[in-house]
């Protein structure tokens, strides 16, 4: 089982929708992270939360859209997404944003119609 | 910039056998190095990093790494090969500096099957 906890586990929605992907973690890691990754490929950085606030924005389409509520959540909103944007969305923490290893959710397979 | 190679696409050992997942890396500064296993279905799974100290670090699941700063190598190893390791495999690196904090460069990948 892992310590990260991503919801939906799959989803299916179309073009012109409104879905938002979910992450959890209590670990007390300060640090959170969004990936997308296609098959056999290496993820891709998206965003990056460092205690609550946006570190990192990988110029990352603004229908992607990242919220962070507090230190345990991470979310990710999602509307008017493309066909391009199936892919696995991984979810990922770590204690800091130095040298920590990141602990990864098993992610949300994102089909797009 | 900070970049990291995985030579090869797919490495395939006999059960019982040594295996080598190769890894080389580029950074400016110091490197902060990592290996991550991924099973089909799953998200990635930490095996062991690289900071400071000894060259040789050792990992989950009877993995471990060598360092070699003069080569930019962190290849994974393991003495005896499982089934249960077939996966695929990714190295990282990460720099510490201000402006890039927090983003890990992964390597391609590598599909690591072990035959019985």
Known sequence: ?113 | AQSVAQPEDQVNVAEGNPLTVKCTYSVSGNPYLFWYVQYPNRGLQFLLKYITGDNLVKGSYGFEAEFNKSQTSFHLKKPSALVSDSALYFCAVREFHNTNAGKSTFGDGTTLTVKP
């Not at chain 1, 229908?63 to 199936?86: G, K, V, Y």
Request: proline share 7%; charged share 20%.
């Open chain 1, 1 to 113: 089982d892992t310590e990260v906890t991503q919801t939906p586990k799959h989803l299916v929605m179309g073009m012109t929708n409104k879905k938002s992907l979910k992450c959890e973690q209590h670990m007390g890691h300060r640090a959170m992270y969004w990936y997308k990754q296609k098959a056999k490929k290496p993820p891709e950085l998206m965003f990056v939360y460092s205690y609550e606030k946006l570190s990192i924005n990988e110029s990352v389409p603004s229908r992607f859209s990242p919220e962070c509520p507090n230190s345990s959540l991470l979310n990710l909103h999602l509307h008017a997404l493309q066909p391009e944007d199936s892919a696995l969305y991984l979810c990922a923490s770590s204690q800091e944003i130095s040298n920590q290893p990141q602990h990864f959710g098993d992610g949300t397979r994102l089909s797009i119609l």
